[in-house]
């Protein structure tokens, strides 16, 4: 099976969709599979706590995606 952080999801994802790892951003709660997609090579980012939206939509914003 295919579980968050291991690389491998990560390479799975890239290969089926046809992503480029420098133009990919991930999302997601947890800080370890944030990491994992960094190691990866993808941008990521964590969203999570109360702040986790306003936190969420500045860091958007470096990508020029508005929320």
Known sequence: ALLKPDHAIYHHHTQAFGLE????????????????????????????????????ASELKVFRISA
């Open 21 to 56: 790892p420098s133009q990919t951003l991930f999302i997601d709660d947890s800080e370890k599979n944030v990491t994992g997609a960094r190691e990866y090579g993808w941008h990521a980012v964590q969203f999570a706590g109360r702040e986790g939206a306003a936190k969420l």
